[in-house]
């Protein structure tokens, strides 16, 4: 396969597109509140972009020109991820608590929000961007121009250069500038670099294999090629490998593209647990192969080729166009990846930092949020732009001549001057702005001069020194003749830290640095961290009418003359001092909670720092307290229901009480009365020897009837008391309903009543107990036979299918029940006329509802135009229901 | 429901209030047989107007009557025109509590049903005793 350039174009073009497509999915995904994409293996991919160009080409020429050496930028990240694991931690905390959008954004923030610090951080970052930006465009000139053929287009570096610039300007404008996300993340980018980290590990290990395995047949002889090459001879040089892993160390915390994807994109902070084991592996895994392909290359190839591209020109020279083309893709990816999401971050910094406050300056107010949305957004697009041709200029200015190591190091030491502000302000409250700021600046021009200057200036500066001073020569400044890369290191930071640290000692933070220090340093503890107060310039006259409102006029206005008097003051009115408003806002929590009283005063203080926490800890407040309140009343309720239950059992035993007392009455009365008579005639009887035979027949008589009352009063009794306590036994057989009622009426005897009957209605199957149910129908017959009024008494039994069984009406032509004692028929011992027309104790219509009951029916008193009519509802089957209780 | 038995010895009168027949048969006959004269009624309602028509010397007053409860006509007798006459109050349910109350009203004797004939008698004869004492047989 061989690949012309056209080819190695639309390749590209198609990977380009494939990551738009890649994106976009990225961006749905998201936007459906898909949490796939940002778990911990997309995080710790994305942290990948560590690895860009520089690593993918950079490594192997490193390697070619130094030896093992290429390990430190590896080691430094690795040792960070393993061993500063809480410091990783302690930093995407903060970057969520506080909604940190950038490396500048933290610092700013930490030092009092200010601006200063923003802008000179914004403008490092830049400075220290834009050479490594020119080395991605550097890279991928020249891996196409290994393809190109001469005297082509593509010979040209500087056009192709440009149009690679602009290429990835469009993709992040695109992907980099969409919308306005609130927290500053990017899905969609973030999905595609994840891709790229995938394509790039996988090129590179397999260009490794192919060298290893197929070049040299196997570790063995790959082995000894690289015994045999100059790599062999390298040693290390304990200081500057020192200085090495501490730089990329730094560099992985403080590159604005890395702060991007660890602190801004972290999406859940365990994430960094995997992170921690996981991102080292992958930094392995893109070394490993490292050193056989440099000292293979430098094997192979001819001694004037490029080390840096060995991987694309040891796959080509054997033929292998495919394998060659993987490689190209994994280093563009390597570029673009890091192009994408450095100028992401460094147009945040520039458009919120720099635009921005410029704007409001210029134009005054915001006039509206939809245009402000549209000033931001056109800020970061510019700025994207600004950055590449940046980047295009730098490339043209150093005419691509540096080797891509060098140009990496160089940022890296750039960035690596944040790390004493941003390390010290993490853990130190005492520093402040103005150390932050001297640190910076001095760190910033030392290696601007030392490391910057060399690459850009001409050969006399660097051997004459400015205006001929030799001391100050960059690559020997105060005398310094050794390694100018440790040189430059230990000088810029070591100068940065020592002026930070001193200025820091000699100032004293602002009141919103003081406000702000601990919300960082205490960010694991964010309850203890004081709230603070300045000294408002706000009348203690408004904090009185708003404590007023929530303690009540007296004792506000009591506190506040409290308060005076302590402060020596004539008036009623104290000055509002931080103490004052410290007691004022405690004694406010305790009706409002702390985050509201806090709020509060510092509302009307003008002193108000109240961050979405402050809000949301309103939020949880207000929400606590409704609970308890919700809590509260739930128990209020359950008291008063169960109060309300205890009051109905009582009245319940009462009643229950005052029934059984009355029914032992009646039981009593209804037993002693024919007792009564029994006794009495029989010592009539006894003492009367000579009474006529007449009289004493009917003593006699009357002994027997009322002895047999008192056997049918114990019978009812006891069958009443068996069917009220459930005992009863049912027999359930299947009867036609017609059956019943002539066993009932054959059993109550001679009534005197004429029966109206039909008999086809009570041809109705049913399952129940015959002998009970006849018992009811003889105790309604025998009813209606007692108290029907009726010269020429009838009673009528009528039979209605009913929804759901049948109903038995026993309707006679009396004049039925007076409505007001209609409800005491089913009582026991209802008996509503006078004794000798009743004839038994007024249980038997108190058995039959029972006994009904038991049948799954019931009987009720109908009230009509004629007589008394009692119905009686019985189910078709339900008999067993009830008689298996 | 009035009745006049038929032998009337020279003794005092017994108004007989009792609903129940058979009682009021047996309660008749004993005092008869001991000289009494006796009349019975046998409803709540009228027992007033009865106790005016017969003027008796003893009232035996059963508390479970129709119409109106033996404490009803307890109470109208004692506000009534005979507040002295002695009354001998009967009652089948024999709870202290309808003794102390017929005691309030103004009961001159209680007794629970089922009694002893020989008890009824000597209650009636020392009610009556102060005013007439009847002949014996």
New interface residues.
Partial sequence: MTLTFNLLAAACLAYVAFLFLVAFAGERQAARGSGLLRGPVIYTLSLSIYCTAWTFYGAVGYAARSGLEFMTIYLGPTLVFIGWWWFLRKLVRIGRAERITSIADILSSRYGKSNLIAVLVTLLAVVGTTPYIALQLQSVTLSFGVFAAPGSDASDPAGLALWVACGLAVFTILFGTRNLDANERHDGIVAAIAVEAVVKLIALMSIGVFVVWGLNGGLARTGEVIAASPLADWTAVPGRWAGLIFVSGAAVICLPRMFQVLVVENADERHLATASWAFPSYLLAMCIFVVPIAATGLALMPGHANPDLFVLTLPLADGRGGLALLAFLGGFSSATSMVIVASVALATMLSNHVVMPLWLATRGRVTGAGDMRRVVLRARRASILGVLVMGYLYFLATGGTSSLASIGLISFVGMAQVLPALGFGLFWTGATRLGAATGILTGFAIWGWTMLVPVLAGPELLALGPAGVGWLRPEAMFGLTGDPLLSAVILSLGFNTLVFCTVSLLTRPTPMERLQAPRFVQVFDRAAAPRGHRRGTAGAAELLVMAQRILGARAAQAMFAAEARAQGRPSDLPEATPDMLERLEKRLAGSVGAATAHAMVTGITGDAVVSVEDLLAVADETAQIMDYSARLEAQSAELTRTAGELREANDKLTALGIQRDAFL?QV??????P???????A??LR??GDLPAKERARYIG?IQ??SERLTRLLDDLLSLSVLESGQVVLHPADVMLGQVIDRAVVASGDTGLRLLRDPAAEAVALRTDPDRLAQVFINLITNAAKYCDAAEPELRIAVTPSRRGIAVDFIDNGSGIAAGDRTLIFEKFARL????AAGSAGLGLAICREVVARLGGSIDYLPGPHGARFRVRLPRRVAEARAAE | MNRQTSSQPPGGRVLLIE?????A???A??LQ?EGWRVSTHGDGTTALAAVERHRPDVVVLDV?L?GKSGFDVLGGIRAGARPDLPVLML?????TKDRERAEALGASRFM???????ELVDAVRVLAGSAAPPDPV
């Avoid at chain 1, 009593?668 to 009365?673: A, D, G, N, V």
């Avoid at chain 1, 007792?675 to 005639?681: G, V, W």
């Avoid at chain 1, 006329?833 to 000798?836: G, R, V």
């Avoid at chain 2, 009652?91 to 709870?95: D, L, P, R, V």
């Fill in positions: 009455s009593s009365h209804e037993l002693r009365t007792m009564t008579s029994i006794r009495a005639f010592e009539i003492a009367d009357i009837e009322e006329t006078d004794q000798a | 609903d129940e027949q058979n009682i048969t047996a309660i006959f004993i047989r479970m129709p009652t089948a349910k024999g709870q629970t049903k089922p009694f002893s004939n020989r």
